[in-house]
T-cell receptor, first 112, second 118 residues
Framework: RKEVEQDPGPFNVPEGATVAFNCTYS??????FFWYRQDCRKEPKLLMS???SGNEDGRFTAQLNRASQYISLLIRDSKLSDSATYLC?????????????FGQGTTLQVKP | EAGVTQFPSHSVIEKGQTVTLRCDPI?????LYWYRRVMGKEIKFLLH??????QDESGMPNNRFLAERTGGTYSTLKVQPAELEDSGVYFC???????WGQGQETQYFGPGTRLLVL
C-alpha cells in the first residue's frame, strides 16, 4: 500500500468551476502536510502547507483531518493556469530527517 | 536569489556506464535532499545531507549509487554502473532547516536531471 494515496485523475473541468482533490496517508506519525504543484516537465513547487485548522490562500483552501488521515485541496473559480499536477506530500520526523513522502499526484486540466 | 540548480538537465547513457549528477543548493541552505521519480511512479526520497554529513540515506536503492557533499556546498550523485531501471528524473531540493514549524523548512526543488539509460 502506498504511504500517500491520491486519485490520479485526470480531472477535466471548465474555467470557473470548483474542484476538490483528496488524499489519504497511512502513517499516523506524519507531522507536516503540504500540497505541491508540478507543471509538465518542471520541478514541484510548494503551493501551501496544510494545518489542522484549515488554511486558505486566495482561491485555494486546504484541510487536514488527522483522525481520518485525510487531506484535501479545494480550488475555486478555476483558471486555465491552474492546469497542472497537484502533489499531496507528508513529512515524518524520523531520526531527524525531514524527508518528504509524495503521492503520485492528481492531474487537473482546466478547459476554456 | 538563485534557486536550486542541477546539472546536467538531461543525460542519455548506455547500461554499464557511469553518470554523475550535480546539485547546487540555495546559498546558506544546510539541508540538501535527493529525490527520484521513475516513470509512472511517485517521487521518492533518496537521501538527506546536513552540511557535509549524510543524515538519512534510507532511500538509496543500492550500492551503485554514491552521493557526496564535500565542504557542505554542492552535492554529486554518481550512478556506477547504470542500469535500465535507473532511468527517471532526479530532483535535488534544499531547505534552510529541517525543524518543522519555524517557516524555514520549506524544501525548494531544482529543475531535475532527466536520466535515460539505454
Amino acid at each position: 500500500r502506498k504511504e500517500v494515496e491520491q486519485d490520479p485523475g485526470p480531472f477535466n473541468v471548465p474555467e470557473g468551476a470548483t474542484v476538490a482533490f483528496n488524499c489519504t496517508y497511512s502513517n499516523s506519525a506524519s507531522q507536516s502536510f503540504f500540497w505541491y504543484r508540478q507543471d509538465c516537465r518542471k520541478e514541484p513547487k510548494l503551493l501551501m502547507s496544510v494545518y489542522s485548522s484549515g488554511n486558505e490562500d486566495g482561491r485555494f483552501t486546504a484541510q487536514l483531518n488527522r483522525a481520518s488521515q485525510y487531506i484535501s485541496l479545494l480550488i475555486r473559480d478555476s483558471k486555465l493556469s491552474d492546469s497542472a499536477t497537484y502533489l499531496c506530500v507528508v513529512s515524518q520526523l524520523s531520526g531527524n530527517t525531514g524527508k518528504l513522502i509524495f503521492g503520485q499526484g492528481t492531474t487537473l486540466q482546466v478547459k476554456p | 536569489e538563485a534557486g536550486v540548480t542541477q546539472f546536467p538537465s538531461h543525460s542519455v547513457i548506455e547500461k554499464g556506464q557511469t553518470v554523475t549528477l550535480r546539485c547546487d543548493p540555495i546559498s546558506g541552505h544546510d539541508n540538501l535532499y535527493w529525490y527520484r521519480r521513475v516513470m509512472g511512479k511517485e517521487i521518492k526520497f533518496l537521501l538527506h545531507f546536513v552540511k557535509e554529513s549524510k543524515q538519512d540515506e534510507s532511500g538509496m536503492p543500492n550500492n551503485r549509487f554514491l552521493a557526496e557533499r564535500t565542504g557542505g556546498t554542492y552535492s554529486t550523485l554518481k550512478v556506477q554502473p547504470a542500469e535500465l531501471e535507473d532511468s527517471g528524473v532526479y530532483f535535488c531540493a534544499s531547505s534552510q532547516t529541517r525543524i518543522w514549524g519555524q517557516g524555514q523548512e520549506t524544501q525548494y526543488f531544482g529543475p531535475g536531471t532527466r536520466l535515460l539509460v539505454l
